[in-house]
């Protein structure tokens, strides 16, 4: 028997998460941001609640707390977010949105949203039901929930 990898969910999911952070990627650019698809990511995570800490943001982004220390400071770099100490314990570090990081929110979430209903056209809304449940039952698995 083959191993053929196109015949796995596995192989369509790499694919399709390197194909929407390329073109998420692009249509910010297009539009005058330069914001990658992963710092997308950390920002969705500061719009839903803001001063979240960095290793929070690295879980949440499934990164590695030094891959996560890199993006922010090039974020920091961009002027999208800041740092500010937690009032609770000076030593800690909270990632707080800057106010580039705040307004540019309407026009990053207008392109996703064009991408994703592109993305989405001709897919019956029982079909993407059952995607998305198997999608998180491989990534419990994944994760060690299910596996």
């Known amino acids: 028997m083959t191993f053929d990898p196109q015949t796995l969910p596995h192989h369509w999911i790499n694919r399709l ?3 929407l952070r390329r073109e998420l990627h692009a249509r ?7 914001v990658s698809a992963e710092e997308w990511a950390v920002l969705t995570f500061l719009w839903k609640q803001d001063g979240r800490f960095a290793g929070e943001l690295a879980r949440l982004s499934v990164r ?4 996560m ?3 922010l400071d090039s974020m920091a770099r961009k ?18 949105l800057s106010e580039k990081g705040q307004d540019i929110r309407p026009a990053l979430v207008a392109e996703a949203e064009k991408l994703i209903a592109g993305s989405l056209n001709g ?3 029982d079909d993407l039901e059952t995607t998305l449940r198997t999608l998180v039952k491989i990534y419990e698995n994944l994760e060690g929930k299910g596996a």
């Open 28 to 34: 910010f650019r297009r539009i005058g941001h330069n």
């Open 69 to 71: 220390t890199r993006m």
């Open 17 to 19: 998460s390197f194909l």
């Open 123 to 125: 897919i019956d809304g």
């Open 79 to 96: 002027g999208l977010i800041r740092r500010e100490a937690d009032p609770s314990d000076r030593r800690r570090m909270r990632v707080c």
């Open 64 to 67: 590695d707390a030094t891959t």
